[in-house]
């Protein structure tokens, strides 16, 4: 069967989260972004000796057990107590909020 494609306009995180899964449940995806690097607003940049952190500063998802913590952790984005990320999995989190 042919694999089916989807195309995604814009890298930041929602567009590199939904990449992520998408390529982990088998579709061929692509990622177009208009900057020269992905994040979107989410973003860090360096000046001297200095990191700019112009997000997060509050991070929803970080109660153990949460949609969005399950979320975090899948991306990679979390490490669990041990200091592993989890990135392999593929649920399907649709539908879930918190
Ligand atoms: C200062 C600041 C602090 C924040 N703090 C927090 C926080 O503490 N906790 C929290 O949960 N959230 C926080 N947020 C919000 C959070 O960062 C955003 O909600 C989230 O990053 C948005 O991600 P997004 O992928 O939806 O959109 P964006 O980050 O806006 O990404 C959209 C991407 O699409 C690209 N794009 C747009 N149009 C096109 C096009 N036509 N073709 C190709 N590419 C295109 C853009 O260049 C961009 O990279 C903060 C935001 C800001 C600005």
């Known amino acids: 069967m042919k694999k089916r494609k989807v195309l995604?306009?814009?890298?930041?995180?929602?567009?590199?989260?939904?990449g992520s899964y998408l390529v982990r449940n088998g579709?061929?995806?692509e990622i177009?972004?208009?900057h020269t690097r992905p994040g979107g607003v989410c973003t860090s940049w360096k000046r001297g000796d200095y990191i700019f952190d112009y997000c997060i500063h509050w991070l929803v998802g970080t109660s153990s057990g949460t949609g969005y913590d399950c979320v975090w952790r899948?991306?990679?984005?979390?490490?669990?107590?041990?200091?592993k990320t989890n990135s392999n999995s593929q649920n399907d989190h649709s539908g879930e909020n918190n």
């Open 74 to 83: 899948e991306l990679g984005m979390l490490e669990d107590e041990q200091g």
């Open 27 to 29: 579709y061929d995806t």
């Open 32 to 34: 177009f972004e208009a």
């Open 8 to 18: 995604i306009i814009g890298g930041g995180i929602a567009g590199l989260s939904a």
